[in-house]
């Protein structure tokens, strides 16, 4: 699907191929320090990238790409499924978190694609595909830290609301989306 950006750009969303490995890496690599702390669902070398996506029907990646020059510009990542790790801090706020049900989300925008719609029409994307193959709810991969404002705002808008606080490296918000 191609989109237009708040920049007047035109982006083409789709899934991740096996294909856009050369490309992704290269996204990965110039992500800023400051998104790179934000955003770290799996490692950013080669043969992390190869095994993260060693099972397609666990881990789904979706990419915005550039028409004018074929670059990455966004890059999400929906687990099917929750993260052992995210368990049993939803219990503690009372959800249970189900397999059949649910999915982890992961999203990133190149720093300076950033703020002109790309995650949001990324998202929209990826929810539409998400309805189609049944997921009823959608959590944070790990949470979001409360200081990334961007981050929050972006959830907020698009319906999130937090379920619960945790200390990790500062505070962190957990939050969810009924689909
Ligand atoms: C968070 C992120 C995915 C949002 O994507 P984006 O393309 O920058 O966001 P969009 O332009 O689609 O904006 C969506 C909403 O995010 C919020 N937002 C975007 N830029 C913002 C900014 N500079 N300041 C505050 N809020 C902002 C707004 O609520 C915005 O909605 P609006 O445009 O209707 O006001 C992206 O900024 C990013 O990759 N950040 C670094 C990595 C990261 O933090 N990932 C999440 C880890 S939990």
Same mark, same amino acid.
């Given at each position: 699907? +191609?989109? #237009?950006?708040?920049?007047?750009?035109?982006? &083409?969303?789709? %899934?991740?191929?096996?294909?856009?490995?050369? !490309?992704?890496?290269?996204? &990965? #690599?110039?992500? *800023?320090?400051?998104?790179? %702390?934000?955003?770290?669902?799996?490692?950013?070398?080669?043969? *992390?990238?190869?095994?993260?996506?060693? !099972?397609?029907? +666990?881990?789904?990646?979706?990419?915005?790409?550039?028409?004018?020059? !074929?670059?990455?510009?966004?890059?999400?990542?929906?687990?099917?499924?929750?993260? =052992?790790?995210? /368990?049993?801090? /939803?219990?503690?706020?009372?959800?249970?978190?189900?397999?059949?049900?649910?999915? =982890?989300?992961?999203?990133?925008?190149?720093?300076?694609?950033?703020?002109?719609? +790309?995650?949001? %029409?990324?998202?929209? /994307?990826?929810?539409?595909?998400? %309805?189609?193959?049944?997921?009823?709810?959608? @959590?944070?991969?790990?949470? @979001?830290?409360?200081?990334? #404002?961007?981050? @929050?705002?972006? /959830?907020?808008?698009?319906?999130?609301?937090?379920?619960?606080?945790?200390?990790?490296?500062? #505070?962190?918000?957990?939050?969810?989306? !009924?689909?």
């Amino acid at each position: 699907m +191609i989109v #237009e950006t708040k920049n007047n750009q035109q982006v &083409l969303l789709r %899934k991740l191929h096996s294909n856009d490995l050369d !490309n992704l890496l290269s996204y &990965l #690599e110039n992500l *800023s320090m400051e998104t790179k %702390k934000r955003f770290g669902p799996h490692q950013f070398d080669k043969q *992390s990238v190869i095994d993260f996506y060693d !099972n397609p029907a +666990i881990h789904l990646g979706y990419v915005a790409q550039s028409i004018d020059s !074929n670059d990455i510009i966004a890059y999400s990542i929906i687990k099917i499924g929750y993260l =052992e790790s995210d /368990y049993n801090r /939803y219990l503690s706020y009372g959800i249970q978190l189900d397999n059949k049900i649910d999915c =982890e989300f992961a999203p990133s925008v190149a720093d300076s694609w950033q703020s002109f719609g +790309i995650g949001n %029409k990324l998202f929209y /994307y990826i929810l539409a595909d998400l %309805k189609k193959a049944g997921v009823k709810r959608i @959590v944070l991969w790990g949470g @979001v830290q409360a200081d990334n #404002e961007k981050a @929050v705002n972006y /959830y907020k808008k698009n319906n999130f609301v937090p379920v619960g606080q945790f200390w990790h490296n500062g #505070e962190n918000v957990d939050m969810l989306l !009924n689909i």
